[in-house]
């Protein structure tokens, strides 16, 4: 069986490193535009912070990986074409223009995504950045060495972390996004403001509700961002608007969202049986939602990827469907959330309730403890949960996952009243914080 596989980070990887654990055999040939593989740009503002010295350490796999296990790696290559239905692909070797045809028994698409660029007057300029890959955290460090002023563009995790990251580089740093509130998708209101005044406390403006509308520079480099209602001084603007998926080679030829998400199903096959598909290029099943949505996020990729590889013969694992589970650190706090919030529920038309549990995580008999702010968003009629968000000063961010599988699984929010947690002065009360969330929900 000859696969052939475009693209090659999180679910590219994933899905090579197993498709060759279950068969040895299988002839692979993957076709790569970047010339590594596997960077986990999760971390890049951490990198651009100084607080990862090393970016070596965030590539979990190499291309000289995937040749040991006799793999066809081409590298700095970008696919030009695709012939679903004749089984072919057109290909062009970046670094010598010479063009040549691939055909494959069967195609896994791992094209990821790409930085939404959106067409403002000026947006071409040289130290308008944008936060993808591991080039584009090389090149944010080294034109962040000169700059003062930095404003980023988006409030979304890349953007409110880079803007932690740059100010404890001593720049000052303007963060804008169109939305009222930063983080928007993934917290409500009770959490959002925790996290703006950390920042505005420690001088970071927030241009909330503003939409840039124009860069205006000297010589080729960004000087001032304008706003429909402000204009800021720059010396270097992060574009971190949101993230399109990858697909224009395939539209016409594969089902998609209107956005153009491949869509597969529960076992990663697209509307080809022959073509599988799989994380930031595709569709994902919320829970949540009961329907196909787009989340670009590592977690989905990794876990599509190794499905795509393990159904690619046949049909053997299902997809459990994703609650788009996500964390982030804000300076002291420590944020985490799954599902929907109850803006987002609202936003969607669907009936929810909330309730909030605060409460220190531990017994005040103990020589420290912190506050805990735990919220459940559930269907007013059903009562099943929907969504969670937590932030703590103390790392309790694993207890969302405990959420997580609760929403996966079905439960209701009066099934977290007695759900059996253990206790421990250590690490909590004998009614734990999720506990206490589905007693206060009891009717």
Not at 180 to 185: A, D, P, T, Y
Request: proline fraction near 3%; include cysteine; charged fraction near 25%.
């Amino acid at each position: 069986m000859k696969v052939v596989v475009i693209g090659c980070t999180h679910a590219g990887t994933a899905a090579i490193l197993n498709l060759k654990k279950v068969n040895p055999d299988v002839e692979i040939t993957v076709f790569e535009r970047n010339d590594n593989i596997s960077f986990l740009s999760c971390g890049i503002a951490l990198y651009v912070g100084g607080v990862v010295k090393d970016p070596q350490g965030l590539f979990y796999c190499s291309p000289e990986k995937l040749k040991e296990l006799n793999v066809n790696t081409k590298m700095r290559h970008d696919v030009k074409n695709v012939d679903i239905k004749g089984k072919k692909v057109h290909v062009a070797d970046m670094e010598t223009g010479e063009e040549f045809d691939e055909t494959f028994d069967k195609l896994i698409i791992t094209s990821g995504s790409w930085p939404i660029i959106p067409p403002i007057e000026g947006i071409n300029m040289d130290n308008i950045l944008l936060c993808k890959n591991y080039d584009h955290s090389n090149e944010i460090i080294e034109k962040g060495k000169n700059a003062k002023k930095v404003v980023v563009v988006g409030a979304g995790y890349i953007g409110v972390e880079l803007v932690e990251a740059f100010k404890d580089n001593g720049k000052e740093v303007v963060l804008v996004d169109a939305e009222e509130r930063i983080l928007s998708r993934y917290f409500d209101k009770e959490y959002t403001e925790i996290a703006e005044k950390t920042f505005r406390d420690r001088g970071i403006i927030i241009a909330t509700g503003e939409k840039v509308v124009k860069f205006e520079g000297e010589n080729g480099s960004v000087k001032k961002v304008i706003t429909d209602k402000n204009e800021y001084d720059a010396d270097m603007v992060i574009m971190c608007v949101g993230f399109a998926p990858s697909t224009s080679l395939f539209k016409g030829q594969l089902d998609m969202l209107p956005n153009g998400a491949i869509k597969v199903d529960e076992y990663m096959r697209t509307s080809d049986k022959d073509v599988m598909a799989a994380g930031d290029c595709c569709s994902v099943y919320s829970n949540a939602l009961n329907t196909h949505i787009y989340i670009p996020l590592a977690t989905n990729a990794v876990r599509m990827g190794t499905l795509a590889a393990l159904n690619l013969s046949e049909s053997k694992f299902r997809h459990p469907g994703t609650q788009g589970t996500s964390g982030i650190k804000i300076y002291e706090n420590n944020m985490a959330a799954t599902g929907i919030t109850e803006e987002t529920a609202k936003a969607e038309g669907i009936e929810v309730e909330s309730v909030i549990a605060v409460d220190n995580y531990r017994p005040e008999f103990m020589p420290t403890y912190e506050e805990v702010m735990l919220k459940v968003v559930f269907d007013k009629n059903s009562r099943k949960i929907l969504g969670a968000q937590l932030n703590s000063k103390i790392d309790l961010t694993q207890s969302i996952n405990t959420l997580s599988v609760c929403i996966q699984n079905g439960m209701t929010v009066d099934d977290l009243a007695f759900v059996d947690f253990f206790f421990q002065p250590h690490y909590n009360k004998p009614w734990n914080f999720i506990n206490l969330a589905g007693l206060n929900a009891l009717k």
